[in-house]
């Protein structure tokens, strides 16, 4: 796996672009915060030429794509660029496939079912969605034991409120969150906003995990 690729990005912005032109302000915005990677969802037709923009454009933020759910939308974000695809659930075929282009599959898990489900595969960061919605911190938590090898990387629900209490969970590879790419914060421009919320959740994570 190259998971490797993933370390050092504690807080992922999951972001719904509605013009393609919001991406490289936006990848500026989040790099000027210390944030190197970007999570670019299909839950709008700009996803794919956002990927592509920011893919050739800014080479040093790792950019992949979020809310893939069928293996068109894989074939878009792996053609565009995408060096990692996150999916809301676990899809044996759209996982398989990925893996056999070389792309980091990030699939959302929630039961031990799921996971076990997912391991089949050799995939050991997954992410949990929607967060919130299913135990949070305690259920993450609980998994550890029975799950030592796998972490983590939830999403929904997660914000600059609680960021600090996910990240201190050992079994935590990252946070997702869209609090400081919000579809106000983009569609507004305000970029230097952007900048600074980003930089306080790297805070965060630095602090939280012991980083200089």
Partial sequence: MMYQLLDGHGVVPVIKFNDPS???PLADALSAGGIKIMEITFRSAAAAKAIE???KERPDILVGAG????LEQLKQAIKAGSK??????FDEEIVTEGLRQGIIMLPGVVTPSEIMAAMKTELTVLKYFPASVFGGLQA???YAGVFPQIKFMPTGGVSDKNLADYLA???I???GGSWMVSGDLIGGRKW???TALSAEAMSIYREVRGLK
């Fill in 22 to 24: 919001e991406a490289l």
């Fill in 53 to 55: 923009l920011v893919a």
């Fill in 192 to 194: 230097d906003k952007i």
């Fill in 84 to 89: 990692f695809v996150v999916s809301p659930g």
């Fill in 173 to 175: 590879q990252a946070c």
């Fill in 67 to 70: 809310t893939v759910v069928n």
């Fill in 169 to 171: 969970l050992p079994n």
């Fill in 140 to 142: 993450i938590k609980s």
